[in-house]
């Protein structure tokens, strides 16, 4: 098995691609090792000390780590854990949990509807190109709020494309957009 690994705009951010499906829908994100209990996968990276956070995709990984730790120490630890992990056939998540991000709501009206599909087709395959997702969770008064997981939470250009880029997008499309915020 060999799995290839990228930077993200995220220097905290490593994002780990197995060459292969890690979940068949959607994305679930870890920020505790008590989350992870719901994945093996994400459990045993969270063994790895420095390691704060997993966010897994449909075909990728990506971990954050603490300041204090340096990449050249924690990648070849994580790397065996996810190789060992593949390579004994293990569950990536346990029970139903598998995309747990969803897009944020299961109803909504013609506008939400829009938005979701923009940030469908445009904006999250650029966003999991950097290991992470962008979830839409609500639009009220002319304003959309977005969750971001993996590689963008933190991220210190996220600012800049959540104004810059979905903000920009979603306004030129949907007139009724007036801004675009991230829940905290």
């Keep these: 098995m060999?799995?290839?690994?990228?930077?993200t705009p995220n220097p905290a951010t490593l994002k780990f691609l197995p060459?292969?499906?890690?979940?068949?829908k959607g994305s679930a994100n870890f920020a505790d090792p008590e989350a992870a209990r719901r994945s093996p996968l994400a459990e045993r990276l969270f063994q790895t000390a420095?390691?704060?956070n997993v966010f897994l995709g449909s075909d990728f990984i990506t971990v954050t780590k603490t300041d204090e730790k340096d990449w050249d120490v924690l990648k070849p630890l994580i790397l065996?854990?996810?190789?060992?992990?593949?390579?004994a056939g293990k569950p990536v998540m346990v029970a139903h949990t598998a995309g747990e991000s969803g897009d944020?709501?299961?109803s909504g009206g013609a506008i939400e509807t829009q938005i979701k599909e923009l940030l469908d087709t445009r904006v999250r395959?650029?966003?999991?190109?950097?290991?992470?997702?962008?979830?839409?969770?609500?639009?009220k008064d002319g304003v959309v709020y977005l969750e971001m997981f993996g590689a963008c939470s933190g991220c210190p250009s996220s600012a800049m494309?959540?104004?810059?880029?979905?903000?920009?997008?979603?306004?030129?499309?949907?007139?009724?957009?007036?801004?675009?915020?991230?829940?905290?």
């Design 50 to 52: 420095g390691v704060v």
């Design 19 to 24: 060459g292969g499906q890690v979940l068949e």
């Design 80 to 87: 065996e854990a996810i190789m060992e992990h593949f390579t």
């Design 125 to 139: 395959p650029a966003v999991a190109q950097d290991g992470g997702d962008i979830v839409f969770r609500e639009f």
């Design 104 to 106: 944020g709501s299961d």
């Design 161 to 184: 494309t959540l104004k810059d880029g979905i903000e920009n997008l979603l306004k030129h499309y949907i007139p009724e957009v007036t801004e675009v915020r991230a829940l905290e």
């Design 2 to 7: 060999f799995i290839q690994t990228e930077s």
